[in-house]
């Protein structure tokens, strides 16, 4: 019975733990993004959405990372991500709304 307890326990710890190293990639990009270092910033929330691919945050900033280095079909996909994953983190949402408003008058005024 212990044994099935443990085994049931792992996977919850192992989320956590996943989480928390994700976690730790966001806050070390953040930084480095505050700094102008976009490619390390990329890099750092590249790993955490691979760390823990649920962490709605790092898809956010990733999505920010691609859009401030002009990769606007990435930066899409992430955005589309991060608002699947919490659809009601008004962050999100808003960072989201902005890139669409932006990226649509810019297709816009390369079609005319």
Avoid at 9 to 30: H, L
Avoid at 68 to 78: I, L, S, V
Avoid at 85 to 110: H, V
């Amino acid at each position: 019975i212990v044994a099935a307890a443990v085994v049931a326990f792992a996977p919850a710890v192992a989320a956590r733990d996943a989480r928390s190293q994700a976690k730790e990639q966001v806050d070390f990009g953040i930084k480095v993004a505050q700094n102008g270092l976009w490619k390390e910033a990329t890099y750092r929330w590249v790993k955490a959405t691979e760390i823990d691919p649920t962490y709605p945050a790092a898809w956010n900033n990733l999505a920010i990372a691609y859009e401030q280095q002009g990769n606007f079909p990435e930066a899409q996909k992430a955005y589309e991500k991060a608002v699947q994953l919490d659809p009601k983190n008004q962050m999100i949402r808003q960072n989201y709304d902005l890139f669409k408003e932006i990226n649509d008058r810019a297709k816009r005024r390369t079609d005319r």
